[in-house]
């Protein structure tokens, strides 16, 4: 129980150091067309969402901290340095153990103001059974980054 309630208290503060000042304060976007939305979409492959995602979470499965922020999306690096978040993820995950199973729950998506994908997973590891991961990912130059990560 102690340790739930560890891990809970820490993704709040990993959620408040990673959420951005004022992420809605951008000016809105000039309107369009439900049609000229929709033309100028690019399609979304949400195989290659969760592929990312997965391959992100491989990292920090691993320990690879420091990877994990590299390849992290600008708004993660700039909202916690890396030695900080090695430090802050560290207390998160290593407590948890391994991985023992971690399956896709379900995708959402926000677009406005930016285009960001969400990803849930159902994942045991071996000293906690049925936690959710959630994997936000926005899109940085023409592929999906990790943006967030929270664990429940």
């Known amino acids: 129980a102690l340790t739930l309630i560890g891990v809970l208290v820490m993704s709040f503060i990993l959620a408040a150091l990673l959420l951005p000042a004022a992420p809605f304060s951008t000016p809105a976007a000039p309107a369009v067309s439900l049609n000229e939305a929709a033309a100028s979409a690019a399609p979304v492959n949400l195989d290659a969402v969760q592929d990312r995602a997965r391959a992100w979470l491989a ?3 691993k320990g690879a901290w420091q990877a994990s922020h590299a390849a992290s999306g600008a708004p993660f690096r700039s909202a ?6 090695a430090e802050t993820i560290a207390q998160v ?16 998506s926000q677009s406005a103001p930016r285009e960001v994908r969400i990803v849930l997973f159902r ?3 071996a000293n906690a059974q ?6 936000t990912l926005e899109r940085e130059g023409g592929e999906y ?3 967030g990560y929270w664990i429940k």
């Open 59 to 61: 990292l920090i499965d």
């Open 80 to 85: 916690i340095t890396a030695p900080r978040w």
């Open 145 to 147: 980054r990790v943006v």
């Open 93 to 108: 995950r290593d407590p948890l153990g391994p991985v023992v199973k971690r399956e896709l729950l379900e995708y959402g």
């Open 123 to 125: 994942t045991d590891f």
């Open 130 to 135: 049925g936690a959710t991961e959630t994997v």
